[in-house]
């Protein structure tokens, strides 16, 4: 039995005395009778405080669990805010190349805008008239007949 309580509670020789001694404590406390009734009340109390032990690793590892899945949950929930927080990061930058594009796009419309408007009015205008229009100015300003010196 203690070879079997020692390797199934993970007891090392000290831990096991002490749960034996407190065995041995409870059962000369009852005020047997019978060697065999200290025994069976020595191996009842024993079982006990082994049974006593086990819910006690259980109820610990139960505990380890509970905090390794909350430093799980943090973990998963810092992952996921640091994703959002990247997307946010991103739609940040795309709502910024997108206002620089619109406004670029603006200034492009309105430049266009006033090409066309000054386009109009230089239509409008009034031009000077093909016949006052001389093609090639201070070339044949004069006519001089050749004829007329020779």
Do not use: W
Not at 66 to 82: G, I, P, R, W, Y
């Amino acid at each position: 039995m203690k070879v079997a309580a020692i390797q199934e509670l993970d007891l090392d020789e000290e831990e096991y005395m002490a749960i034996a001694a407190t065995a041995e404590a409870a059962n000369s406390y009852t005020g047997a009778s019978s060697s065999n009734e200290n025994r069976a009340l020595g191996a009842n109390a024993l079982k006990y405080n082994i049974c006593t032990r086990v819910i006690a690793n259980a109820e610990d590892q139960k505990k380890e669990l509970e905090e390794q899945a909350f430093k799980d949950a943090v973990e998963s929930v810092t992952q996921l805010l640091s994703l959002i927080e990247l997307k946010l990061d991103t739609c940040r930058k795309m709502s910024k190349e997108y206002r620089e594009t619109a406004r670029q796009r603006f200034i492009i419309t309105h430049n266009l805008d006033e090409l066309m408007r000054e386009a109009g009015r230089q239509k409008q205008r009034p031009g000077p008239s093909d016949e006052d229009e001389d093609i090639n100015p201070g070339e044949n300003d004069e006519v001089i007949d050749d004829d007329l010196y020779s």
